[in-house]
């Protein structure tokens, strides 16, 4: 067992996060020995939490998370297809914006400065 001060230093989590997803059921609830302390056990750091923040690292929202967790479906290597198409999507849209902004350069013959310091206007 776990204290929540442990899980919030083991994960660099607040632990007022890790209260939030307890309320939203992200994580399963803590029990509570001597009073108000809260402890968790191993498998909700282990599985749950590292889970939790994988999804977090592909992008994924908290309220498309709680869903992901609860699919029956749920696999790192699909998760990991999707963000990486939405990733695939994402350089395609900035290639094709890089482009009409070279397009633009040349049509008023302006030159592509490699550096650009933007300041407070």
Known sequence: MYSISDVSEHFHLTVRT?????????????????????????STITEEIEKILFLKQL????????????APFYTNQLLINIRLSQVDQRISQLAKEKEELEQKLQKYQWEKLDYVILTRF
Do not use: M, P, Q, W
Not at 60 to 69: A, T, Y
């Open 18 to 42: 890790i209260r939030f997803y307890e309320s939203i059921g992200l994580i399963h609830a803590s029990t509570r020995k001597s009073g108000k302390v809260r402890y968790f056990c191993e």
């Open 59 to 70: 992008n994924f929202r908290l309220c498309d998370i709680k869903s992901l967790l609860d």
